[in-house]
């Protein structure tokens, strides 16, 4: 199957500063990549839908000035956590659809990154 | 409103006793439903779609449109199945979907 890869897979980061978060699709191409949030115990929430070549798309209630994307490449998407404070602790992942050859209802997940502000 | 529900956070069975996890979802369209499963320490991964009316690794869903239920089951319970299941909602249609999560199903498989 395809392959979505994030680094880093763990970050802490003191309070204040910026931390960037990779996802990159290693064997397709990927038109839209999905960023998540996911707190302990619980689901995934959709952050934001991230196109390439355009601005990203953000779920009501997250902040685009806080949580950066840019999405430069049809392999990679960047989240850039602004100013990062202790409640931005979280895990995060990605995921990827295919933009060609594959099912197109199939979205491919990366690891994860734990990100750790303190 | 778009939301997928999952009412139990766990579920413990004994090997070789059925197994169905519950989904429902409330969407006003023809939304695509699918189950993701995370083992242990792995990503997530797509177990099943209801478009493709298949069964993998003996799960099998289907959508029961009337009731807005996409319920798993598989007859008998192995324990590698013990993971984390989500049931998850497409809303729209395309390669640019986005997928709308329940809450999750930790599945307990004991000997």
């Known amino acids: 199957g395809a392959v979505v890869s994030q680094h880093p897979s763990r970050v802490i980061c003191k309070s204040g500063t910026s931390v960037k978060i990779e996802c990159r699709s290693l064997?397709?191409?990927?038109?839209?990549m999905f960023w998540y949030r996911q707190f302990p115990k619980q689901s995934l929430m959709l952050m934001a839908t991230s196109n390439e070549g355009s601005k990203a798309t953000y779920e009501q209630g997250v902040e685009k000035d806080k949580f950066l994307i840019n999405h430069a490449s049809l392999t990679l998407s960047t989240l850039t956590v602004t100013s990062a404070h202790p409640e931005d602790s979280s895990f995060y992942i990605c995921s990827a659809r295919p933009s060609r050859g594959h099912t197109n209802t199939e979205a491919f997940f990366g690891q994860g990154t734990r990100l750790t502000v303190v | 409103a778009q939301r997928v529900t999952q009412p139990e956070k766990l579920l413990s069975v004994f090997k070789g006793a059925p197994v169905e996890l519950k989904c429902n979802y409330s969407y006003s369209g023809s939304p695509e439903l699918f189950w993701y499963v995370q083992y242990s320490r792995q990503r997530l991964q797509l177990l099943l779609r209801h478009i493709s009316r298949e069964s993998i690794k003996g799960f099998t869903a289907d959508l029961n449109k009337g009731e807005t239920s996409f319920h798993l089951k598989k007859p008998f319970a192995q324990e590698e199945d013990s993971a984390m299941y989500y049931c998850?909602?497409?809303?729209?249609?395309?390669?640019?979907?986005?997928?709308?999560f329940g809450t999750g199903t930790l599945l307990a498989v004991q000997p």
């Open positions: 064997d397709f191409q990927a038109t839209t």
């Open positions: 998850a909602l497409s809303p729209y249609g395309g390669a640019t979907n986005k997928l709308i």
